[in-house]
């Protein structure tokens, strides 16, 4: 199979596994329907079924093409899960509100997601890495982008549409690269079309599994120069998330 099949391939595989795992937890709706519902920014209520189905294909399609990849998908797909349950009540948002909390001595649900996917990030980038500098900015580049894609989960339609013009780039890449990222745009582009009309929203789930595919993406298709600046990227929009934030509120859907 060419690279180009294969990438094709990818992003089929993963936005049909996407829908199907859609259908299947719908029909199911383990602990009950109204577990899985939830009122969005505009108080209209709507389904958290693409979160974990999206998240579930990105790890998938990530674990095709590298493990490593692969569970550090699926650790911040998971960690995502327990914050959108543990701390679907706390007001509390960013890493100082967090940070702080821990200070104080409390461990909050964001602080367990901070740290469980900076450390899938780091053992997922010492695996796609050799040399240890770019070990580090790998990991931090893929808990970085699994955190901005968060950032702009804040308007239907905004992280999902995030990875799939972040992601496009990548398909114009040979290797591993292009294959990761086609993974992780077929999930979003799944979501995209039900997340835009409000009947359902990925949450922490999907939106930090999809930005941790994006960033394995970007780590398997960048050295040293590419990862310094991704990683800079990914700080900086970290220090300046309040901003990030307010950008995609107001940005237009497309």
Request: charged share 15%; with cysteine; glycine share 14%.
């Amino acid at each position: 199979m060419s690279e180009r099949a294969f990438r094709i391939t990818a992003f089929g595989l993963s936005a049909a596994l996407t829908r199907a795992a859609v259908a299947a937890l719908r029909a199911k709706a383990p602990g009950g329907p109204d577990r899985w519902q939830r009122k969005n920014h505009a108080g209209r209520t709507v389904e958290l079924y693409a979160g974990p189905a999206s998240a579930l294909a990105a790890a998938v399609g990530a674990g095709r093409v590298s493990p490593a990849a692969g569970a550090a998908v699926a650790v911040a797909g998971l960690c995502g899960a327990y914050d959108d349950v543990a701390g679907a009540d706390d007001p509390r948002r960013g890493f100082r509100a967090h940070l702080g909390a821990l200070r104080d001595g409390e461990i909050t649900s964001g602080a367990v997601k901070l740290f469980g996917i900076s450390a899938a990030g780091l053992v997922a980038g010492a695996v796609l890495k050799e040399r240890p500098l770019d070990k580090l900015l790998a990991g931090i580049v893929i808990a970085g982008a699994a955190h901005f894609v968060n950032l702009m989960d804040v308007r239907p339609g905004r992280a999902a549409a995030a990875v799939l013009a972040l992601g496009a780039p990548g398909l114009l890449r040979s290797g591993p690269g292009g294959a990761l990222a086609a993974g992780a745009m077929g999930a979003a582009a799944a979501v995209l079309p039900e997340d835009l009309g409000e009947r359902a929203m990925i949450g922490d789930t999907g939106a930090h599994a999809l930005g941790a595919a994006l960033g394995a993406a970007v780590v398997a298709g960048n050295r040293r120069a590419g990862l310094v600046a991704h990683a800079a990227a990914v700080v900086a929009a970290a220090v300046y998330g309040d901003k990030v934030s307010a950008f995609a509120r107001g940005a237009a859907a497309p």
